[in-house]
């Protein structure tokens, strides 16, 4: 039966964590493990309450070595007596081994799961849609700030700076409406259809649920007292639907939107007219 004392967890200040077992010894610290085979070992030196783990090196180099501070002094002659008694009972290596060779260090960290890839068409296309939805409605704001500061008529700041606001507004509504009229057309054609059911009870506004083609659940909302409806979604974006409609509707929607854009551009035209005057 061994005499020799089970080497104790020595647990130090950062959170650091040096145990020994299964003929290595690893340090803990961070989001890092330190790994150290007892035989890449050539002591153990307790001083107080700290431990340093000294690797072996070629003969006539100076040896690498890790340490613990802030343990207990007693666990700290412990530990390094359960090493050092396993380290007896290695044999001797050549002279020109090099313990830091064994030594691996492996990282603690969770990895973030991989995003989506975004490709240079599709950046594109997101920073066309920015400036065709801000552009216009900022640059009137700025604009006409400017001159009307330029004329020396400040007072029509007050005029001026809800004008423009109002402008921005208009001009991202008039865009969000372009983008979903815009879909409303393609994404039938050239999309994924699909049957949503119902899931919320019966009435004018219901909540419809589908499953894309990795097996994933959506929901959908819609003013709609149908069972079930079709939806489109584009393959890459299947929890983004549009619902299907008939083509009356999809005029309609199309109409509504270009009169949106007609009142923006006039808003836009009154204010620069107002401010260059």
């Given amino acids: ?130 400036l065709l939805a801000l552009g216009p409605g900022l640059v009137t704001l700025i604009v006409t700030g400017v001159l009307v500061v330029m004329h020396g008529d400040a007072g029509m700041l007050i005029l001026a700076v809800p004008m423009g606001l109002l402008t921005v507004f208009l001009n991202l509504a008039s865009a969000v409406a372009a983008e979903r009229t815009l879909q409303m057309w393609l994404l039938p054609r050239r999309g994924i259809t699909v049957v949503a059911v119902r899931t919320s009870p019966y009435g004018k506004s219901g909540n419809y649920e589908y499953t894309d083609p990795s097996g994933q659940t959506h929901s959908y909302c819609r003013d709609a007292y149908a069972s079930q409806i079709e939806i489109s979604y584009h393959p890459d974006r299947p929890g983004s639907p549009i619902g299907v409609y008939p083509p009356s509707t999809r005029v309609a929607a199309t109409i509504g939107t270009l009169l949106l854009w007609v009142v923006t551009a006039g808003l836009i035209f009154l204010a620069m007219m107002a401010a260059t005057e």
């Fill in 1 to 130: 039966m061994s005499t020799t004392p089970s080497a104790p967890v020595l647990r130090g200040s950062g959170g650091a964590v040096l145990r020994y077992e299964a003929d290595s010894v690893t340090l803990r610290r961070g989001d890092e493990e330190i790994r150290i085979p007892l035989q890449a070992v050539r002591d153990v030196i307790p001083d107080r309450r700290a431990v340093t783990v000294e690797l072996r090196a070629p003969a006539g180099g100076t040896p690498l070595t890790h340490r613990i501070d802030g343990v207990g002094e007693a666990a700290a002659g412990l530990f390094a007596m359960a090493v050092g008694t396993a380290l007896a009972a290695l044999p001797e290596p050549d002279p020109s081994f090099d313990g830091a060779s064994l030594v691996t260090t492996v990282s603690l960290r969770t990895p973030r799961p991989p995003g989506p890839s975004v490709s240079t068409g599709e950046k594109a296309k997101g920073i066309a849609w920015l």
